[in-house]
């Protein structure tokens, strides 16, 4: 769906909207401790009964794993707040559980972390993409491409492929590794999160057998991280999206229109901690999840955002490449119109 454009008397808002984010960045300790007692707390118990359930009917098993992936979710959201340093005020804090719960959720703190912020501050920008973000070709780059490339492409843009061994093979493997601009202190981190999943696993496997870890683990894994590569994809790719060169790049314009505000059901809003107000989140990354609600509701600037809907969503997924010249993302059909055309 479409975003509204600002209108002029919403660009007198333009610096007004930070005395509304500015009431919603402190983070209240007993929130965030609830949030913690209704997230990873159920996550650990839901794994715990999986295993009994193992002897039941591994069906039942199966079934577990879907609010399983749910909580797994949950808990990243409390990742994603601690890396931008928005659930707790002490900074250690926010690092320390930012670690724990990066294990939980297969992820490395630190190098996500920078990884992110590289986001935050070039989202949208079409000459600062490929850190952080989901591969995403113009029309013209892809048509300057080699035929072996454009394969590749169109399988990695494949949505069976994205949602599924993509997002899987991301957090399985991909963060297993680091990247080779990192730092000193992300790549022990990539380290320290490998030797700790190692070693839960390895006792785990002792408890209960390797095959039943693997049982257990990998469908809440392959429903977590397929659902969450979701969010992340439809926050950023949807009809109307704010995509400009460096030089026209608007961190307002970025924030409102190059992020989606994504309004889902009650309980899959919770589910997903608030993550769908993910434009209040990009202008304002301190917020911490449990306010993005309110803040969305008490900025006139915001109520502005056109929302896409759950069904509206399903769009995306035929979006492959942006167009330049029509400042759309468009599929690859797109490609044979502009032949056909003799373009």
């Known amino acids: 769906m479409a975003i509204n454009n600002p209108t002029q008397n919403q660009a007198m ?23 913690i007692a209704t997230s990873l707390v159920p996550y650990i118990a839901i794994w715990v009964l999986m295993v009994y359930s193992l002897q039941v009917s591994y069906w039942l098993t199966l079934a577990l794993a879907v609010p ?28 320390a559980l930012g670690n724990i719960t990066g294990i939980l959720t297969f992820t490395p703190y630190y190098h996500w972390r920078h990884n992110h912020a590289v986001h935050h501050a070039s989202a949208g920008d079409l000459d600062r993409r490929g850190i952080g973000d989901i591969w995403t070709l113009t029309v013209e780059e892809y048509k300057a491409l080699p035929a072996w490339k454009q394969l590749v492409y169109r399988l990695f843009r494949n949505p069976v492929i994205m949602f599924t061994i993509g997002a899987t093979g991301i957090f399985l493997i991909g963060h297993r590794f680091t990247s080779k601009d990192a730092g000193k202190r992300e790549r022990y981190g990539v380290y320290w999160t490998n030797l700790a999943l190692l070693g839960i696993i390895v006792i785990i496997s002792f408890a209960i057998g390797f095959k039943s870890f693997i049982l257990i683990q990998l469908p809440i894994l392959i429903l977590g991280t397929s659902a969450g590569v ?7 790719q949807f009809d109307g999206v704010y995509w400009e060169r460096h030089e026209r790049w608007d961190y307002l314009s970025a924030a409102l229109k190059g992020s989606s505000f994504y309004k889902l059901p009650k309980v899959l809003q919770w589910f997903t901690g608030n993550i769908g107000f993910h434009h209040v989140h990009h202008l304002s990354p301190r917020i911490p999840n449990y306010y993005l609600e309110s803040c969305h509701n008490d900025g006139p600037l915001f109520q502005q955002v056109r929302p896409i809907t759950l069904i509206g969503s399903m769009r995306s997924l035929f979006y492959r490449l942006y167009d330049e010249e029509k400042r759309m993302l468009v599929g690859f059909g797109a490609l044979k119109k502009v032949a056909n055309s003799g373009g």
Not at 14 to 34: C, E, I, L, M
Request: glycine residues 6%; hydrophobic residues 40%.
């Open 68 to 95: 399983a992936a749910g909580f797994m979710i949950r808990t990243f959201i409390i990742f994603h707040d601690c890396g931008h340093g928005s659930f707790f005020k002490s900074r250690r804090a926010n690092d």
């Open 230 to 236: 979701w969010l992340f994809y439809v926050q950023h």
């Open 13 to 35: 808002d333009r610096f007004s909207w930070k005395k509304t984010v500015a009431k919603y960045q402190n983070p209240d300790p007993a929130r965030s401790w609830g949030q």
